[in-house]
């Protein structure tokens, strides 16, 4: 048997962090699945997909608009918001399983004339969304609750911009 003394034995602190940065560093690249691939799990609902780059800057928002408290996550607390009458951007998930979760949004959205776009990756816009778990649907509020402008309001816009671009009700003719 054991000896009282050698029973909670462990490496130094120090040890351990430096192994486990390097473990991280080197997994970190290859775990995470490029947007190609991930664009390859979406499903047929997903258009508007928004592009490489529009997906970054969707994530930017949705990481200010957390931060700023003007973020409604998940579908029903984003049906409840579009019941009060909240008016902004819905960033949806593409990879959404299964489909009739998410399928009635798309609708409902543009019953109440609210820009939407897809990005390729729930557990990415969850992440985003300072949460553990993945999220299937955002709707980023362009005010806080104090009724003052949230910090990307650039973002939004051009955000919301692309988004109207998609849409063919409020396209320009």
């Known amino acids: 048997g054991r000896t009282q003394g050698q029973k909670n034995k462990r490496p130094p602190k120090k040890d351990r962090k430096s192994t486990d940065n390097k473990d991280k560093t080197s997994t970190d690249n290859a775990d995470t699945p490029t947007y190609e691939e991930r664009c390859r799990a979406i499903n047929i609902l997903a258009a508007p997909l ?3 780059k529009s997906t970054k800057k969707a994530h930017k928002l949705v990481r200010k ?6 973020l409604r996550r998940g579908v029903k607390e984003m049906v409840k918001g579009l019941r009060k009458g909240d008016k902004g951007l819905a960033i949806l998930a593409g990879d959404v399983f299964p489909i009739d979760v998410i399928s009635h949004l798309p609708v409902l959205l543009e019953e109440h004339n609210i820009p939407y776009i897809f990005v390729p990756s729930k557990r990415d816009l969850g992440a985003a969304a300072c ?7 955002v709707l980023v ?17 051009a955000l919301v911009e692309e988004a109207k671009d998609y849409d063919p009700n409020s396209r320009k003719n």
């Open 131 to 137: 949460t553990k778990r993945p999220t299937s649907c």
């Open 50 to 52: 928004a592009s490489k």
């Open 141 to 157: 509020t362009g005010k806080k609750s104090d009724g003052k402008e949230i910090e990307g309001k650039d973002l939004f816009d």
């Open 65 to 70: 608009a957390s931060q700023s408290k003007s």
